[in-house]
């Protein structure tokens, strides 16, 4: 199916752990973005990609990794997770400044 | 360091009535203004946008005006609907190619019968 897919929706994960969180996009768009949402803080961009192999930091880096090794796919990893990182994370990609997001995964940190 | 500044945080208006919500953005740069909407457990999706050369943009129901010299845009929704119930972010991006958005904190829209 065309479009922008993200896994798992929902995640439960301790503390200290590593979690990566999936993106996958079959529009071929140069551009991915992921972000955190958070009540009271709206959509804040965490890391951002405009081509394979190119990645920037984005408002909230810290804490968070990310490649593009592959166009359509933009993981997301938590390399020890905090609980502070409990947000709803949602992945996009664009083409001519519109942004397109995936359904977002749902992640609590324990 | 919030570059677009959106108000209100929540916002209740009756049935056939104007729904307004209000951006402010400090950065000159900015040159593309768009707003999404989201419903509950779902991304947010493009709903209308608008670029500084023209004032106004109007689309069915809803209409951003946009102000440059008081660097201030606003989404008007006409006719409020209960299925406009939902969360509205402004952002802002600018000219440098980069297609990053600044978003605004959002306002949760509630249309009552």
């Known amino acids: 199916d065309a479009g922008i897919t993200q896994s798992p929706r929902y995640k439960i994960t301790e503390t200290g752990r590593q979690v990566t969180l999936m993106c996958h996009q079959t529009?071929?768009?140069?551009?991915m973005f992921w972000y955190r949402q958070d009540l009271g803080h709206g959509l804040r961009l965490i890391y951002y990609?405009?081509?394979?192999?190119?990645?920037d930091k984005g408002e909230v880096p810290d804490g968070y990794v990310v490649s593009r090794s592959k166009t359509e796919n933009f993981p997301l990893t938590l390399e020890s997770a905090t609980r502070s990182q409990t947000s709803v994370y949602f992945c996009?990609?664009?083409?001519?400044?519109?942004?397109?997001f995936g359904p977002g995964t749902r992640l609590t940190v324990t | 360091q919030q570059q677009v500044k959106q108000s209100p945080q929540s916002l209740i208006v009756q049935k056939g009535g104007i729904s307004i919500i209000n951006c402010a953005y400090e950065?000159?740069?900015?040159?593309?203004f768009p707003w999404y909407q989201q419903f509950p457990g779902k991304g947010p999706a493009l709903l209308i946008a608008i670029r500084p050369d023209v004032s106004e943009k109007k689309e069915g129901r809803f209409t951003i005006s946009f102000n440059k010299s008081a660097k201030q845009f606003s989404l008007h929704i006409m006719d409020s609907q209960p299925g406009d119930s939902a969360t509205y972010f402004c952002a802002a991006a600018n000219n440098f190619g980069n297609e990053k958005l600044t978003f605004g904190t959002g306002t949760r829209l509630t249309i009552i019968p």
């Open positions: 996009a990609s664009s083409a001519v400044y519109e942004q397109y």
């Open positions: 990609s405009a081509a394979a192999d190119i990645t």
């Open positions: 529009w071929s768009h140069s551009y």
């Open positions: 950065n000159t740069a900015f040159d593309y």
